[in-house]
């Protein structure tokens, strides 16, 4: 099971870093497209922060980060998810974590669930961002699993 967890994030970093490539391609992206893409990144962080069991309710969950800051973000939301998956047990996938969201509310979920969250987020955001792109006139880049899959990304 944890593999499976390992494979999910391995193809949101791949995403990740095409949609960066692309925002950066463009020299000026569209204003939405970036404020999307610094929100995704921020909010994989707040939930890295709270799988690690750390308080995340001051965290920022819409920075206006610019492309180089989104760029570090990549590198270092990559680099915690690795290193917490690879720690991580199977067993551990159905423990509870609990914290509090922005406005102070607590909620408890299970570790599983938390990361099929983190990759379903990130993958609707990266949608919307593909449709920003592609309403600005320019060709969005894709990101679907099956095509990462296909490229032997594993």
């Not at 290193?83 to 607590?106: C, F, M, P």
Request: proline share 3%.
């Amino acid at each position: 099971m944890k593999e499976h967890f390992l494979r999910l994030f391995h193809h949101a970093n791949w995403a990740n870093c095409r949609v960066l490539a692309l925002l950066q391609n463009l020299g000026a992206p569209p204003e939405k497209a970036r404020r999307v893409f610094a929100h995704l990144l921020a909010a994989e962080y707040v939930w890295a922060t709270r799988l690690r069991g750390e308080d995340s309710s001051k965290l920022e969950i819409w920075p206006d980060h610019s492309l180089e800051q989104c760029a570090a973000q990549v590198e270092k939301n990559a680099a915690d998810y690795r290193r917490y998956l690879e720690a991580l047990s199977d067993n551990a996938l159905n423990s509870v974590i609990t914290y509090r969201n922005s406005k102070g509310a607590a909620f408890s979920n299970s570790v599983q669930d938390t990361l099929t969250h983190v990759s379903l987020h990130g993958s609707y955001h990266r949608g919307q961002i593909a449709q920003t792109i592609r309403g600005a006139g320019h060709e969005p880049v894709n990101t679907d699993f099956i095509t990462f899959v296909r490229e032997g990304k594993l």
